[in-house]
């Protein structure tokens, strides 16, 4: 809400400049989010009177006017604008001047002849373009009122009033009206508004025999007031009403469209005018719209209406929607000559619905949405009749037609002294807080500590004890209140083991030499649905903003490529990324997806970076699944994992990817993206992991029972194994491991070759076995028949050859 | 000659010659040549059995002395020798120690989990639990327990991506307290925690909004918490986060879900209050949001307001990051742009 400085003064005594005041207001009550005056940065700019015009000599549109600017001579003054005239009284901007965007007039020639300044727009002297009245777009300004030529037009036009951007909060409608700033910034000062009710004088007929109404359902419109003012004239609204508007925001229009807006700014309260010729019913009726009914709003558009639109009716059709726009059929025109005036309160969720659904928020609607103050319906409509017959020069009939009244009230509320300063912890005496109640304007009693507080109409957001210890503390002042922390019985904190084992999973992977990204949960289909680790139906979001944020992930390697792609694309090429989060799966006829903790990486580049002691080294399988081994270790899983070679996946290199299973359940997956795949999508050859913590997080752990360092030597075996190159490196451990005797401890591949000396079909592995026994030293006997073992079984089991 | 001038002459020779040996093989073997027991000293000892009775113990003595003085010399040159040897050595060794060190390759937690994981210790630290919970919500937790009823004018702060009439990705963490809040037992103590966790709202990507951020909302509730517990708890927080020296102030603001509720303001932590473009000269930099517990969201989880009550604050770890490091576009969080986040390795 624009709040005019010089308004508000004439509301209530404001005992500070502007800013102190923004500053003030944002700390006791609502936030002043900025102040301006359009007259900053402008000067030499003067109500000029013209006295003459003669057409450009060299110009099909430009004229020579002669200006009187209150000097002793009138000055000459080229301009092009359609509309200036003989007698105008216009703004001129003097040579010197500095106009809108900092621009300076000097004196020049125009086509060979003599310019001594500018006659101004509006918008040349910074006004925007929305508050400018239309009969002036597209030309100059001309004032309707003879001004002493000379005068200072930007104070002429308000320019120099300071307009305050109160940021009203939904609770604090109340302050969507002058009265209600006033209200608010007296209590701040301690200073009571001081309000000017003119009475008004009812000169026409009387209204019933003009008007009747009805309301079908007063649910719909629980207060709805209607006058009507005849013998009016429609024209231009005098500066003064201009000004207020243009300053609030709002295009002046015409004197009685401007009262209805005028009445808004100043109380509140949205008003309509409708032409009571054009409505030719003489009746109004205020119900739900039937469906597919329809009505052309003021904006000239078209609506097909629903059931849930409360409409105005002339009995008959549409000829508004109630609280948010007028129709065009009812509009006041330059012709109309008698005007009904509505002041309504309408229930706030049908006015909000039906204002979103066609795209007409406004002022009026949003006021109507957040409530008004019930308590001065009649004293705006009052002050519009009486503003319409003394502008519009019209007489007011006699009555108010009111088919459904509000009584307003004021509501009371108990609180206890001890009440507010337990919230607030503090010590305020009874004293203090009855002074904050009464500088508020609230009625209160008080009784040993009971407060009985009288909150009137104008403040519908006080409702409940909580409300009136807010206005305490903000009147009393937030920076007065102590400082203290909470004192209650001691409570634990930790993190629960879930959020303990994340945390741990993503300093493994930092330590590993993975940077954390964090990417979108919102992404396209296609990449949602990519590397999904289960089966799982897509979830999107109704109304997505963009195609690429509609569907939440099913997997976390897609926004880990983005990551990569985004990263290439600036020559960054060694990457090393994890993310950890949560994807969003779902089977059946699942509406809501389960959350699943995933962790995944992706790795590309080098992993060793070239210096001057080694070479660089690629990334690789083997790179990424020591990463993902190392993390499983951590685990302490009783239940193996395993690795098997995997190609079900179109994406992933099928020679060189692996599904990672926990017994029997697939928890992973690690490998290279397919190729195909990375030159679709524009990626370098990239090695990617993804695990399922969930049944990581859920599984049996091993506990960790300390044995003493061992007290006996360890004693080691090679074996070079020849085996067929189809034998997995898997199987063989599994016969080692299965047959290695009690004292085996490792088995550690050191070797694998193929090529050279070795048949086509055959590579070969090379282990060292470590022996180990913890209650006397191994005997070379006892390790020799171990490891004979061993290797029987490797040649029994899988043909291998020992070289 | 006799025996003394015969042990003379071989000290005389020796001694010189042991100075002028060069490497320690040769130092050895005139070791073991001169007082081996093939060598002249052991040679002329051994004639010492044809002497005197009384003449034996003075040459024995002499030769004694010959051999101790022939042995210290060849000592001496050995440690000559030895030195001289390591000296070489480790002027073979030498490096230039300016070549720089092995890179150890390490990565970083995100600038925001650092943020989040820095405020997760601090606020266990005062004994608050922290809390997760689902990022898909029900409009119930997110909207109708949080005291913002459908059609209610406050649905537009949040403007939400919805997944059906019932379900939506959550816009706050308020849900979680909500669903905690239901659940929690007052009778075994007091309820604090926090709710840290990604959100969405329906917003267009720019330098200041994300459709997905973060939030961080903490909640107290007990049977006396007092908004001078919330100032000084978020006080607290804030000194912690942005230097010691910092100040808040409170400013009245509007939540639904709070009652008294407020903006909260800290003194500008690059100007120290005097006035910059990053607190645009007014010396405060609205850091969060606070208030006491709306009783409405109280009574929603089944909690008695007029015995317990408390207070709720919620903070934006992206916002918080901005701020901290001055990050001017939020996107910079979600490209993930690898020379931007490693800069948040070291201790900020």
């Known amino acids: 809400m624009d709040v005019s400085y010089a308004w508000l003064q004439e509301l209530v005594d404001v005992p500070v400049a502007p800013t102190e005041l923004a500053d003030k207001v944002s700390r006791t009550g609502i936030e002043v989010e900025s102040i301006k005056r359009y007259a900053d940065g402008l000067k030499k700019i003067v109500v000029g009177h013209v006295l003459s015009l003669e057409p450009h000599p060299d110009s099909d549109h430009l004229q020579i ?52 300044g500018m006659i101004c727009a509006l918008q040349e002297i910074g006004y925007p373009e929305n508050v400018v009245p239309k009969a002036y777009a597209n030309g100059i300004y001309v004032f309707n009122e003879a001004i002493k030529p000379g005068s200072d037009a930007l104070e002429v036009l308000g320019m120099n009033d300071t307009i305050l951007d109160f940021e009203i909060t939904p609770n604090r409608a109340d ?76 295009r002046p229009t015409n004197n009685i469209v401007d009262i209805t807006n005028y009445i808004m700014l100043a109380y509140g309260q949205p008003m309509h005018a409708f032409d009571y010729d054009k409505l030719g019913t003489g009746k109004i009726t205020v119900r739900r719209a039937t469906d597919k009914e329809s009505l052309t709003t003021l904006d000239g558009n078209d609506h097909e209406l629903n059931d849930q639109d409360i409409v105005i009716t002339n009995g008959k059709i549409p000829v508004a929607l109630a609280g948010v726009m007028g129709g065009l059929s009812t509009e006041i025109t330059e012709s109309s000559q008698t005007v009904v005036l509505e002041a309504a309160d309408f229930a706030p969720v049908n006015i909000r619905k039906t204002a979103l659904k066609y795209n007409l928020r406004s002022q009026a609607s949003s006021r109507f949405e957040k409530g008004i103050d019930v308590g001065s319906i009649n004293q705006a409509l009052d002050e519009a009749a009486r503003l319409v017959a003394e502008l519009g020069t019209g007489d007011i009939a006699q009555g108010v037609v009111a088919p459904t009244n509000i009584k307003a009230e004021d509501t009371i509320i108990n609180i206890t002294l001890d009440r507010i300063n337990h919230v607030l912890g503090t010590e305020l005496s009874a004293e203090v807080v009855e002074k904050i109640f009464n500088q508020l304007g609230f009625g209160t009693r008080q009784e040993d500590g009971l407060f009985t507080v009288s909150i009137p109409s104008r403040r519908w957001d006080i409702a409940i004890e909580a409300d009136l210890v807010e206005e305490v503390a903000r009147i009393y002042g937030y920076d007065d209140l102590p400082s203290t922390l909470p004192t209650t019985t001691l409570t634990l904190g930790a993190l629960t083991p879930v959020q303990a084992r994340l945390k741990r999973s993503r300093q493994l992977l930092e330590g590993a030499g993975l940077t954390q990204a964090i990417t979108y949960g919102l992404t396209s289909p296609e990449k949602a649905s990519r590397f999904m680790l289960h089966d799982s139906l897509v979830t999107q979001v109704s109304f997505p903003m963009t195609t690429d944020h509609q569907t939440l992930r099913m997997n976390l390697v897609s926004g880990l490529l983005d990551t990569i792609a985004y990263n290439v694309a600036r020559k960054e090429t060694d990457l090393a990324l994890y993310e950890q989060g949560r994807v969003f799966v779902k089977t059946g006829d699942q509406v809501r997806p389960d959350e699943r903790e995933y962790i995944a990486g992706a790795v590309t580049g080098n992993v060793q970076l070239k210096d001057w002691q080694q070479p660089a080294q690629a990334v690789d399988f083997f790179t990424v699944k020591g990463i993902v081994e190392s993390l499983l270790a951590d685990f302490s899983l009783v239940s193996p994992i395993n690795f098997e070679a995997d190609a079900s996946d179109d994406n992933m290199h099928p020679g060189q990817t692996a599904a990672i299973f926990l017994g029997t359940d697939k928890i992973g997956m690690v490998g290279r993206l397919h190729p195909a795949f990375e030159k679709a999508q524009g990626l370098p050859a990239t090695f990617i992991f993804e695990l399922d913590l969930e049944p990581l997080m859920a599984a049996d752990k091993t506990e960790i029972i300390a044995q003493p360092a061992p007290k006996f030597p360890s004693v080691t075996r090679d074996m070079a194994l020849l085996v067929d190159k189809q034998v997995t490196n898997a199987q063989i451990e599994v016969v080692i491991a299965a047959h290695g005797g009690a004292f085996l401890k490792a088995v550690t591949l050191f070797d694998v070759y193929a090529g050279k000396g070795i048949a086509d079909h055959q590579k070969s592995l090379a282990y060292t076995l470590t022996y180990r026994r913890d209650d006397q030293t191994l005997t070379e006997d006892e390790v020799n028949a171990a490891f004979d073992q061993v290797l029987a079984h490797l040649i029994e089991e899988l043909n291998v050859t020992i070289r | 000659m006799d025996l003394k001038a015969k042990l003379e002459a071989l000290a005389k020779q020796n001694h010189d010659r042991i100075q002028q040996i060069g490497t320690l093989a040769e130092l050895n073997d005139v070791r073991i040549n001169l007082l081996g027991k093939k060598g002249p000293i052991t040679e002329v000892l051994r004639g010492m059995k044809d002497l005197d009775a009384q003449e034996r113990p003075q040459v024995g003595a002499f030769a004694n002395k010959i051999r101790d003085d022939l042995t210290e010399a060849i000592q001496s040159r050995k440690e000559q020798l030895e030195q001289a040897q390591i000296q070489q050595q480790l002027a073979a060794e030498t490096i230039d120690v300016t070549l720089p060190g092995r890179p150890i390759q390490r990565g970083t937690s995100h600038v925001i989990t650092q943020i989040m994981d820095d405020l997760e210790e601090f606020f266990m630290g005062m004994g608050y639990q922290v809390v997760s919970g689902p990022e898909v919500e029900e409009d119930h937790y997110n909207f109708e327990m949080m005291n913002i009823p459908a059609n209610h004018p406050a649905r537009d702060m949040q403007d939400t991506f919805y997944i059906n009439d019932e379900l939506l990705m959550r816009t706050h963490t308020s849900p979680v307290q909500a669903r905690t809040l239901e659940k929690h037992d007052f009778s075994k103590g007091p309820l604090k925690m926090i709710s840290p966790g990604r959100v969405y709202r329906r917003d267009t990507d720019d330098a200041t909004h994300s459709h997905q951020f973060h939030q961080l909302e903490g909640l107290v509730v007990d049977k006396h918490i007092t908004l001078a517990d919330l100032k000084g708890t978020l006080l607290a927080m804030v000194r912690h986060v942005f230097g010691a020296d910092r100040e808040i102030r409170l400013r009245p603001s509007y939540f639904p879900f709070t009652e008294p509720s407020v903006e909260v303001d800290v003194t500008c932590f690059r100007c120290g209050g005097v006035g910059c473009p990053v607190c645009k000269y007014t010396g405060w930099i609205e850091v969060l949001g606070a208030g006491m517990v709306h009783p409405n969201v109280l009574r929603a989880a089944g909690v008695d307001a007029d015995v317990y009550g408390g207070f709720a604050f919620g903070l934006g770890p992206d916002r918080f990051a901005m701020l901290k490091y001055g990050i001017d576009d939020i996107r910079s969080f979600y490209q993930n742009d690898l020379r931007f986040l490693s800069q948040f390795q070291r201790e900020g």
């Open chain 1, 65 to 116: 006017a002669q200006v009187d600017v209150g000097e002793d001579e009138p000055r000459q003054i080229i301009c092009g604008a359609p509309n200036v005239g003989k007698d105008q009284y216009v703004i001129v901007a003097l040579p010197g001047a500095r106009i809108a965007d900092n621009v300076k007039i000097k004196k020049g020639k125009i086509r060979g002849v003599e310019s001594l």
């Open chain 1, 175 to 250: 302050a969507l009206g002058m009265r209600g700033v006033a209200w608010e910034v007296g209590a701040t000062y301690g200073n009571v508004p001081h309000f000017t009710d003119e009475s008004i004088q009812e000169s026409g007929q009387p209204i019933t025999d003009l008007l009747t109404a009805e309301v079908a359902d007063a649910k719909d419109a629980p207060s709805y007031q209607l006058r009507v003012v005849q013998n009016v004239q429609v024209k231009e609204s005098p500066l003064w009403l201009q000004r207020r508007l243009w300053n609030a925001g709002i």
